[in-house]
């Protein structure tokens, strides 16, 4: 609280936002120390109400199933608040850029690439998280080859970062006319997005620019400019693109921020290996190596890090992920 009152006496010096980058981002922190006091309040509060209910219930005034319920509650509220302690690195209050491409088997992994992706944007708007196309390429019959989006939202990428990696998808396939079954892969990257709060240099002189015009669903240009952008960091390697924006230059603005990102989780994979000391213990992203399956004609999806499942297979493509991001924080916390 103190921290807090600090900060905001600093909001108000009239010369606050002189510097907006500075500004912006005490503001981002005085509403981060804010949530984490209301998460801390509201778990005061139900532990207050269990207390009081149980008193009643000694007395008459209430029954033994309403103080069960206000325990559950009270139970509930601070298993979100352990969850949320996860999230203690600086990087897990960045947004998020997610990454999805098709693996091997045409038509149906191209699908199952959509299904994914319909799936992580129907998660974010159930959190109210703003969701924003970065690229997109579609299957040649339908689904998409490869898409990148970028998720804005508190704890956007600590909520996802557990989604690294190859997904599972056995089903009966639409796409095939014998009615097999069929199993397909998809890759999923995350990545942190960086934002003022993180100095990320890079010299103008280590990039290579290229253009190109930006399509829509169905090959379609969406524009007959090349207002697309790819740029290549030489000193690293890494390739972003971005043609999320009409005008080139907003576009050129957008693929520096994504490569930014891009280098500052590479230091961050540098400083976990450093900390870790055990190469085997990092998922890799290979074809063989899947963090969860996803089995529709069974009703199962089961993350094979954390052992967590469900049979409600239809909620989870709906959006409906907290389980599995919960169970693998506190799995990697334990």
Same mark, same amino acid.
């Given at each position: 609280?103190?921290?807090?009152?600090?900060?905001?006496?600093?909001?108000?010096?009239?010369?606050?936002?002189?510097?907006?980058?500075?500004?912006?981002?005490?503001?981002?922190?005085?509403?981060?120390?804010k949530?984490?006091? &209301?998460?801390?309040?509201?778990?005061? /509060?139900?532990?207050?109400?269990?207390?009081?209910?149980?008193?009643?219930?000694?007395?008459?005034?209430?029954?033994?199933?309403? =103080?069960?319920?206000?325990?559950?509650?009270?139970?509930l509220? =601070?298993?979100?608040?352990?969850?949320?302690?996860?999230?203690?690195?600086?990087?897990?209050?960045?947004?998020v850029?997610?990454?999805?491409?098709?693996?091997?088997?045409?038509?149906?992994?191209?699908?199952?690439?959509?299904?994914?992706?319909?799936?992580?944007?129907?998660?974010?708007?159930?959190?109210?998280?703003?969701?924003?196309?970065?690229?997109?390429?579609?299957?040649?019959?339908a689904?998409?080859?490869?898409?990148e989006?970028?998720?804005?939202?508190?704890?956007?990428?600590?909520?996802?970062?557990?989604?690294?990696?190859?997904?599972?998808?056995? /089903?009966?396939?639409?796409?095939?006319?014998?009615?097999?079954?069929?199993?397909?892969?998809?890759?999923?990257?995350?990545?942190?997005?960086?934002?003022?709060?993180?100095?990320?240099?890079?010299?103008?002189?280590?990039?290579?620019?290229?253009?190109? /015009?930006?399509?829509?669903?169905?090959?379609?240009?969406?524009?007959?400019?090349?207002?697309?952008?790819?740029?290549?960091?030489l000193?690293?390697?890494?390739?972003?693109?971005?043609?999320?924006?009409?005008?080139?230059?907003?576009?050129?603005?957008?693929?520096?921020?994504?490569?930014?990102?891009?280098?500052?989780?590479?230091?961050?994979?540098?400083?976990?290996?450093?900390?870790?000391?055990?190469?085997?213990?990092?998922?890799?992203?290979?074809?063989?190596?899947?963090?969860?399956?996803?089995v529709?004609?069974?009703?199962?999806?089961?993350?094979?890090?954390?052992?967590?499942?469900?049979?409600?297979?239809? &909620?989870?493509?709906?959006?409906?992920?907290?389980?599995?991001?919960?169970?693998?924080?506190?799995?990697?916390?334990?």
């Amino acid at each position: 609280m103190i921290e807090i009152e600090e900060k905001e006496q600093l909001s108000l010096d009239p010369g606050f936002w002189n510097g907006p980058q500075r500004a912006e981002s005490i503001l981002k922190e005085i509403k981060s120390h804010k949530k984490w006091v &209301a998460q801390y309040l509201e778990v005061a /509060r139900h532990v207050d109400d269990v207390e009081g209910f149980f008193e009643f219930q000694k007395e008459g005034m209430v029954s033994e199933t309403e =103080v069960d319920e206000k325990f559950g509650e009270a139970v509930l509220a =601070v298993e979100n608040l352990e969850f949320h302690s996860t999230l203690n690195q600086r990087e897990d209050e960045l947004n998020v850029t997610l990454e999805i491409n098709a693996g091997a088997g045409g038509t149906e992994a191209c699908d199952w690439a959509e299904m994914l992706l319909r799936m992580y944007m129907m998660w974010a708007d159930r959190n109210g998280f703003k969701v924003s196309e970065i690229n997109r390429q579609d299957g040649d019959v339908a689904g998409i080859k490869s898409a990148e989006i970028e998720i804005e939202g508190d704890f956007a990428y600590g909520m996802l970062k557990g989604e690294n990696g190859v997904h599972r998808l056995v /089903r009966v396939s639409p796409y095939n006319s014998q009615g097999k079954r069929m199993t397909s892969f998809a890759s999923v990257f995350v990545h942190p997005s960086v934002d003022d709060r993180i100095e990320i240099d890079v010299n103008p002189a280590d990039l290579e620019w290229d253009t190109f /015009r930006a399509s829509g669903a169905g090959g379609q240009h969406v524009n007959k400019t090349e207002s697309a952008v790819r740029v290549r960091h030489l000193p690293s390697g890494i390739v972003v693109e971005c043609q999320q924006e009409r005008s080139q230059h907003q576009n050129r603005d957008k693929a520096i921020q994504m490569l930014k990102s891009r280098l500052f989780e590479r230091e961050l994979e540098r400083q976990r290996a450093e900390r870790e000391k055990v190469e085997s213990s990092k998922m890799k992203n290979e074809w063989g190596s899947q963090i969860r399956s996803y089995v529709l004609d069974d009703r199962r999806v089961k993350d094979h890090r954390t052992g967590f499942q469900t049979s409600q297979t239809d &909620a989870v493509l709906d959006g409906d992920l907290d389980g599995f991001l919960k169970a693998f924080l506190m799995h990697r916390e334990e």
